[in-house]
């Protein structure tokens, strides 16, 4: 039985070992929640908006152009937040 208990302690956990390739990975996978996330609520603002400009008695086309601004500038952030501000994706 001390044996046993013995072993156990000299033997290293295997729970607590991570690559750097899993924590790129892990840290892709946040990035990518993060954008999605923006780009999730850009919609909902953007709907708001819409509707809040339509309810002012504003012009249809004007609204519509007021919500595609303000998705197009949450896709922007978004793909900063994704792939890095530096621009290197892009080349």
């Known amino acids: 039985m001390l044996l046993a208990a ?4 000299i033997s290293p956990g ?3 070992s991570q690559t750097q390739g899993m924590e790129r990975r892990q840290n892709r996978r946040e990035n990518r929640d993060d ?4 780009r999730q ?6 709907r708001d ?3 809040e400009c339509k309810d002012a008695g504003g012009n249809r086309i004007d609204c519509r152009h ?6 197009q500038d ?11 501000t530096t621009g ?3 080349k």
């Open 66 to 71: 007021q919500k595609r601004e303000i998705k």
């Open 35 to 38: 954008a999605r996330g923006t």
């Open 6 to 9: 013995a072993a156990l302690l």
């Open 14 to 16: 295997r729970g607590y």
């Open 49 to 51: 908006a819409k509707q």
């Open 74 to 84: 949450a896709r922007g952030k978004a793909r900063d937040m994704k792939y890095g």
């Open 88 to 90: 290197e994706a892009d």
């Open 41 to 46: 609520q850009a919609r909902h603002d953007a």
